[in-house]
């Protein structure tokens, strides 16, 4: 059969790693893809942007394509489902109401106090004065986010008045993020520690993935400006099985069950990003309607089912009876990003070590670019290197040592991917 995968980052690279190892696949095809991607078995980049859905969708019949997985949010929100379920081609991902969860911060919030999905108290504002009242009347820190998709970069901090007064003029006047700061959210500050919890959905039925973390902020110690994620691991020891289960019962059922009493029942893949306090009480930062940005690489990495097969079970409704294998072991994995992401960053670099970095793990290749014989920078986030250890500690020994080999002009990493699971192991003895 052949697939196409849509997007060109990282987290497009480990699916098509994945997909590659499927015995059923005979040809990918990614569009538009990267270095990366391109180096895979079976596979070929194609010069078609995500946005450009009659483009993919004449690409898809002209090609023969058998299933087209999607990994980026902004086709999803555009209404890629829809549009090729009308033209009667597979594609796994949610409908363009159903990714509302992503592509509206409001939307979503209000999703969750109706269906009483465990959330931080908010409220949503077109107005910037009115925002900036209300802001006079709240504790600090406290959380703003940017009403539309703004590529993982639309959620601030704000840990004074000043700080955010000024979050609020670059979002709605200054149009930071353009149409995506149209409205904004304010929402208490919680503390506790974060999870990333991915499922399959096939409508009705769930299929979980395997427990991850990511960390978003991009310096040591989870400091630092809010990111896309500067690493990942799984899995995440926060995430008992006790405490699986409760996400199960008062976060994911509740999302399936209420989205179908909407009409829009969920098909794809759901990813909830959720705050843990220390008493172990649940609530939802964020809904992505699409697999995370760099979680997917670490859980690529352990999961041990075809993804294709996994993607046309839940196709065919049949998620109740399927099941899922993962790799026992934890697999660690740390992005190299440009000088000054998430912010202004050069590109064009040229990037070196990675011959003598692949065979100490997976390199998934994100901003890069192949000139001639040279790979250049072409990204705020280069590259993520992961690898597969029996323990959270030497995964993050491994990884370092692999990573150390590559460089180029101003690389940048955390150098603390996985603390939080190390110090859990120190702990256990």
Not at 128 to 142: E, I
Not at 146 to 158: E, M, N, Q
Not at 171 to 199: Q, T, W
Not at 250 to 274: N, Q, R, S
Request: aromatic residues 8%.
């Amino acid at each position: 059969m052949k697939v196409l995968i849509i997007g060109n980052g990282g987290r497009e690279h480990a699916i098509t790693w994945k997909v590659s190892q499927s015995p059923q696949v005979d040809a990918i095809y990614v569009a538009p893809g990267n270095a990366g991607t391109a180096l895979e078995a079976k596979t070929q980049n194609v010069a078609i942007d995500v946005g450009d859905i009659p483009m993919l969708i004449q690409f898809v019949k002209d090609s023969a394509i058998d299933l087209t997985i999607i990994g980026p949010e902004a086709p999803l929100a555009a209404g890629i489902v829809d549009q090729f379920q009308q033209q009667g081609l597979a594609i796994f991902g949610p409908t363009q109401q159903a990714a509302s969860l992503e592509s509206s911060k409001a939307f979503c919030k209000d999703f969750m106090q109706k269906y009483d999905i465990p959330t931080a108290t908010y409220q949503t504002f077109n107005d910037a004065a009115k925002a900036k009242a209300y802001l006079q009347q709240h504790n600090f820190p406290v959380v703003l986010k940017a009403d539309g998709l703004a590529a993982g970069k639309g959620v601030i901090i704000a840990k004074s008045l000043e700080q955010a007064n000024k979050t609020i003029d670059d979002m709605m006047s200054n149009r930071l993020f353009g149409k995506a700061g149209d409205s904004v959210v304010i929402e208490e500050f919680l503390k506790g520690e974060e999870a990333s919890y991915i499922v399959m959905v096939d409508g009705e039925n769930i299929l979980p993935f395997a427990s991850s973390q990511d960390h978003k902020a991009r310096d040591n110690g989870d400091k630092g400006p809010n990111t896309g994620g500067m690493g990942a691991y799984s899995p995440a020891p926060v995430v008992t099985p006790e405490l699986e289960q409760k996400i199960l019962e008062t976060v994911i059922t509740p999302v399936i069950k209420g989205m179908k009493a909407e009409g829009h029942p969920y098909t794809g893949f759901l990813y909830a990003g959720l705050m843990i306090s220390p008493s172990q009480e649940i609530n939802v930062l964020e809904f992505n309607c699409r697999l995370g940005d760099p979680e997917t690489q670490p859980l690529m990495m352990r999961l041990q089912s075809d993804l294709v097969t996994l993607c046309q079970q839940a196709l065919a409704r049949k998620l109740k009876q399927t099941n899922i294998e993962w790799d026992a072991r934890t697999a660690l994995g740390v992005v190299a990003s440009a000088d000054g992401y998430p912010f202004s960053y050069p590109k064009g670099d040229v990037i070196n070590g990675l011959e003598e970095a692949i065979p100490q793990g997976k390199v998934f290749f994100a901003g890069i670019e192949k000139q001639q014989d040279q790979y250049v920078t072409s990204g705020g986030r280069v590259l993520c290197t992961c690898v597969l250890a029996e323990n959270a500690a030497k995964a993050q020994k491994n990884v370092y040592q692999a990573l150390n080999k590559v460089h180029f002009n101003g690389i940048y990493y955390r150098t603390d991917i996985g603390h939080r699971a190390i110090e859990r192991e120190t702990v256990r003895g």
